[in-house]
T-cell receptor, first 116, second 114 residues
């Protein structure tokens, strides 16, 4: 079974604090993704990475950065949190694009972040 | 542009009743289509996926979905729901761009009436 784990399930931070969210997958997937989930908006892609040290912006990258130093690990960084970053953050991983089963994304359990 | 629409924000059905969750998509070619389920406080779990071939796809937990190209739809069905099916359901389509990115619908929350 594919396993995607996230470092924290719940976090409470104050405005302006720095936050690291870490995601680890054990299936040797090349692709990794960070989403945020808000009621009524579904999942929105923040950043993704298709290889070590490679990253691309998703649909809502503002206020976020990422790091991928090892294949299995993808970190989301909030340099200076704001209240509008209160959300559920989901990490996912998949094999490279090439059609077929490789397109399936596997998700971690999520981190619920509250910024006060 | 690629997009996914789930027109029903919230649906309530009685336990044992049949279920159909709607999903419509806009995509320039033959899409890959997915349904995911999210239980409260959890991540997303893949229910089923369509890539090619038979347009009726069977998934886990007794769910199925039918790809209808003419209607640009991929509706999820279950003949008899159980209380444990209460969750949020997301339809997704992809890939887009150069990577395996997929677009998610806004979700349908399913409640089960005892």
């Amino acid at each position: 079974d594919v396993k995607v784990t996230q470092s924290s399930r719940y976090l409470v931070k104050r405005t302006g604090e720095k936050v690291f969210l870490e995601c680890v997958q054990d299936m040797d997937h090349e692709n990794m993704f960070w989403y945020r989930q808000d009621p009524g908006l579904g999942l929105r892609l923040i950043y993704f990475s298709y290889d070590v040290k490679m990253k691309e912006k998703g649909d809502i990258p503002e206020g976020y950065s990422v790091s991928r130093e090892k294949k299995e690990r993808f970190s989301l960084i909030l340099e200076s949190t704001s209240t509008n970053q209160t959300s559920m953050y989901l990490c996912a991983s998949s094999f490279p694009s090439g059609g077929g089963i490789e397109e399936t994304q596997y998700f971690g359990p999520g981190t619920r972040l509250l910024v006060l | 542009a690629q997009s996914v629409t789930q027109p029903d924000i919230h649906i309530t059905v009685s336990e044992g009743a049949s279920l159909e969750l709607r999903c419509n998509y806009s995509y320039g070619a033959t899409p890959y289509l997915f349904w995911y389920v999210q239980s409260p406080g959890q991540g997303l779990q893949l229910l089923l996926k369509y890539f090619s071939g038979d347009t009726l796809v069977q998934g886990i937990k007794g769910f199925e979905a039918e790809f209808k190209r003419s209607q640009s739809s991929f509706n999820l069905r279950k003949p008899s729901v159980h209380w444990s099916d209460a969750a949020e359901y997301f339809c997704a389509v992809g890939p887009y761009s150069s990577a395996s990115k997929i677009i998610f619908g806004s979700g349908t929350r399913l409640s089960i009436r005892p």
